[in-house]
């Protein structure tokens, strides 16, 4: 349990990172709104405290010039514009060059010394200065320069507090605003969290009514996704499709096997229970084993190629390619089913030439299930014609062709299915093989990158088209081989 709260802590979920990611997000646009107002009112405060301070200070110069540079006409308008009143704007001490002072408005040397003030200088410097609860802005301004008179130093202190405690007053909202804004954008960046994740619970809800007895459910496509959930969902619903074909492939598969292995097996214990049932003679027994024998041997070319068909499906494996006479090749296939051929009738024909970059033993395995296929649905005394060219691209063909009974054209899209049958009512001759001929041609062309075809036009002629690639796909590993050269197709 706490190792799961540990994770989750370690890893929150999507809807409190958009929260949190929203509420952060927010608090610094707040945070910067905030800063620019802040600093956008102190700096105006300051410009207006300094064009206060050099108006006020030119007034004095001009008083001073009109007095004949007399600093007892400056002592008096200042003492006229601060002593009678009662909340005094400004405050200011005339000094001296020695630094004397002259003159001053009244209190003025309790409440704001000599020494909090600037130097005077060329360029007046002004600072802020915090005195019994009230804020001053001082400076000290050099007057009479040049006039005859000698020059007086001007201490002068403008009361801000009224500005301070604006700015003061603007803080305490901002910090509260901060705090009433953190509980609120954070509630509304989870409300909007939970909006925009509102399509991801859809989907979960409706993933959950899918199960292994059911795989037909999709993703309803309405009401509309959003834009970047609409390809998922479509993506999920392909997915499915295939989850539910392969599951229906896998159902039609394994009932297929089952009775592919019954018949067999039963023919097997058949015979076995009937000899069994009384003493038989040697010959007899004989008979029995060999019969036995026959249907093991059917169950390990099922099982072998079986096994071929499952490693063949996995890239890992490679192909053994070699560069061959696509012709000769055939012509060796041929050569080993002429016994068979001549007993129906059938003659086979091999012509044209191509080179072929494969693997040799799996392209004979291919077409000797192919022409076995053709002999054993040929009618007596016709012709099996096999044709060997290149296309323009550099591929090779192959081409089977025979006159036999054909296949319907709605049979055609399933040939290469395993165990499939055109007629599933009809039971294959106990000479026949396990049925997965197609199944494996489908399988060695597939590995070469190649195609493989199949037309037929019913009661006239069926064609078996192989395309290999110029230069056939190696991946690394081994396949292993089929077993038997002339397993049957049990599709016709």
């Not at 499709?241 to 598969?253: G, V, Y």
Request: one cysteine or more; aromatic letters at 6%.
């Amino acid at each position: 349990m706490q190792n799961e709260r540990w994770q989750r802590w370690r890893a929150p979920s999507i809807g409190a990172r958009l929260t949190l990611l929203y509420t952060v997000m927010a608090l610094l646009a707040v945070a910067l709104f905030a800063g620019v107002t802040n600093w956008s009112l102190s700096t105006n405060f300051k410009r207006e405290h300094v064009r206060f301070l050099q108006s006020k200070v030119a007034e004095l110069r001009t008083d001073l010039e009109e007095a004949h540079g007399d600093p007892h006409a400056l002592i008096a308008e200042i003492a006229n514009e601060t002593d009678e009143s009662r909340f005094r704007q400004y405050q200011a001490r005339v000094l001296d060059a020695n630094g004397k002072v002259l003159g001053e408005t009244k209190g003025m040397t309790t409440l704001l010394p000599l020494a909090l003030f600037p130097p005077a200088g060329r360029s007046p410097r002004v600072i802020e200065l915090r005195a019994r609860s009230r804020v001053y802005a001082l400076t000290t301004v050099r007057l009479g320069d040049g006039e005859g008179a000698p020059p007086v130093h001007l201490q002068f202190a403008l009361d801000v507090s009224r500005d301070d405690a604006l700015l003061t007053d603007f803080h305490r909202a901002l910090a509260l605003a901060f705090l009433l804004l953190i509980p609120l954008l954070a509630l509304t960046g989870h409300w909007i969290a939970a909006r925009a994740l509102s399509p991801l619970r859809r989907i979960s809800a409706g993933t959950r009514a899918i199960t292994p007895a059911d795989l037909s459910t999709r993703l309803p496509l309405s009401p509309p996704w959003p834009s970047e959930l609409h390809e998922l969902v479509q993506v999920f619903n392909a997915m499915l499709a295939r989850i539910e074909e392969a599951f229906s492939r896998l159902s039609r598969f394994s009932a297929d096997l089952a009775h592919e292995l019954r018949t067999p097996l039963g023919n097997l214990s058949g015979e076995i229970e009937v000899c069994l049932m009384r003493h038989r003679s040697a010959e007899d027994y004989r008979s029995a084993l060999e019969s036995g024998l026959e249907e093991c041997r059917r169950l390990n070319v099922l099982i072998e190629n079986l096994l071929f068909m499952a490693h063949a499906e996995h890239a890992e494996h490679a192909l053994r390619c070699e560069s061959f006479d696509a012709a000769q090749a055939c012509a060796w296939v041929v050569a080993q089913l002429a016994p068979g051929a001549k007993a129906r009738g059938v003659t086979i024909e091999v012509e044209g030439a191509a080179s072929l970059h494969a693997d040799p033993l799996l392209f004979r395995q291919a077409v000797a299930n192919l022409l076995t296929n053709a002999i054993r649905h040929s009618p007596q005394h016709s012709e099996i014609r096999i044709e060997v060219r290149s296309d323009q691209d550099g591929a090779t063909i192959v081409q089977i062709r025979d006159h036999g009974e054909g296949i319907e054209a709605a049979h055609l899209p399933h040939l290469f299915d395993r165990f499939y049958q055109v007629d599933a009512a009809r039971r294959r001759d106990p000479g026949q093989g396990t049925g997965l001929g197609l199944s494996i041609v489908k399988t060695i062309v597939d590995l070469h990158g190649g195609s493989v075809e199949i037309r037929s036009m019913p009661g006239v002629e069926t064609t078996a088209l192989l395309r290999f690639p110029p230069s056939a796909r190696v991946a690394q590993g081994s396949v292993p081989r089929p077993t038997s050269i002339d397993d049957d197709i049990t599709s016709r």
